[in-house]
């Protein structure tokens, strides 16, 4: 382990204001959304983690809503396990987190407003939970607490479920120019007055770079093997694996580290000459904003394409999101996020990039 902290750099998501700061409960990170790939020899590996402000979880909802509708006497045969419950169980889970004292807390969904593209999972969740969605402007702080303005006046908030990024939630503590949070938030979370979730920094655990090292990461603090790989990740900061990288562009997949969303990608059998060559500069010139894994032969799933007159059952490449809830206890899904990438050949699943999605069945025994 002391070998990964001297390789290992501070990516852009370190947070040196939380030095020395106690999180409620010590939860850093109360939803998460891992993403997993099925190899073509039938074993599962984590793709990468997302722990900063994971989504997709309303497709998996509505998804399950719509085949439950269509196909309800399939539906019902199969003994599927029910996901609907998931946003109560993130409503206790955020409750669990309240601080000391409340215990009825006033919980808030804050969002960065209808412009952004996650915006009907903001709403649907909010709506599900039967709590308000705020913006930045919809909140005030005074004495380190955070009230929400309403009709009535203001109305003290203890709990936070946050889909704005560290960045844009507080302009005296981070960046001066946001218009998306509220001025003294972080004083009022250092305070202790009001929780976040998921924690400030925590965008950290979602760097590329520091995702090769969580297998050392289990091994050192729990003692333990990891029971699902990762996929094989070549850091480019090391001499050795960065020449293997640049010598192979056309074979691997390379990724900024700090991107999301199949930005700041490679694939280098789909890639042009072009395409390799600037991302061989842009190593060159800063080899710690990557990484480069393996291209892989993953899983694909049947998919209808075309449209009514021209119809056809395709295969497409799908990987699976599950997510998990951490407040007084750790609560696992039995369901998750399939995601699909729709254009042919593509193995990118991202809906940013033109994925799809499907609702995940899991079985009762």
């Given at each position: 382990m002391a070998r990964c902290r001297a390789k290992l750099s501070i990516g852009r998501h370190f947070r040196r204001e939380m030095r020395g700061l106690q999180v409620p409960r010590n939860v850093y990170i109360a939803v998460t959304g891992t993403d997993?790939?099925?190899l073509n020899d039938g074993s599962f590996v984590v793709l990468e983690d997302n722990l900063r402000v994971p989504s997709g979880?309303?497709?998996m909802l509505t998804s399950r809503r719509v085949m439950k509708r269509i196909f309800p006497q399939l539906y019902g045969a199969y003994g599927v396990r029910p996901i609907d419950h998931y946003t109560q169980l993130l409503l206790s889970?955020?409750?669990?987190?309240a601080p000391e004292g409340r215990p009825e807390p006033t919980i808030v969904l804050l969002t960065p407003g209808v412009y952004n593209s996650a915006y009907f999972e903001h709403t649907y969740l909010a709506r599900q939970m039967?709590?308000?969605?705020?913006e930045g402007r919809d909140l005030v702080t005074h004495d380190n607490f955070v009230y929400m303005r309403t009709t009535a006046g203001l109305k003290r908030i203890d709990v936070i479920y946050r889909r704005?990024?560290?960045?844009?939630?507080d302009p005296l503590a981070f960046r001066s120019d946001s218009i998306l949070g509220a001025a003294g938030l972080f004083n009022a979370y250092r305070a202790g007055n009001v929780t976040l979730a998921n924690a400030f920094g925590t965008g950290l655990a979602d760097d590329k770079a520091l995702y090769a090292y969580v297998p050392a990461i289990i091994r050192y603090y729990l003692g333990e093997e990891p029971i699902l790989n990762n996929v094989e990740t070549f850091l480019l900061t090391d001499?050795?694996?960065?020449?293997?990288v640049l010598a192979n562009l056309d074979k691997l997949v390379v990724k900024a580290v700090g991107e999301s969303g199949g930005y700041g990608m490679l694939i280098g059998p789909h890639s042009s000459a072009e395409q390799r060559e600037d991302f061989r500069r842009k190593i060159e010139e800063n080899p710690r904003n990557y990484i480069a894994q393996p291209t892989l032969d993953f899983s694909r799933a049947p998919c209808l394409m075309g449209g009514p007159a021209s119809a056809s059952i395709e295969p497409r490449h799908v990987d699976l999101r599950p997510y998990i809830l951490f407040g007084d206890k750790v609560q696992i899904v039995p369901g998750g996020l399939?995601?699909?990438a729709l254009r042919k050949g593509s193995?990118?699943?991202n809906s940013s990039q033109g994925g799809g999605s499907k609702d995940t069945w899991v079985l009762n025994d």
């Open positions: 997993l790939l099925r979880v309303s497709y889970t955020l409750r669990s987190l039967g709590i308000e969605l705020v704005v990024d560290d960045d844009f939630i001499p050795v694996q960065r020449q293997h399939t995601r699909v193995l990118v699943v």
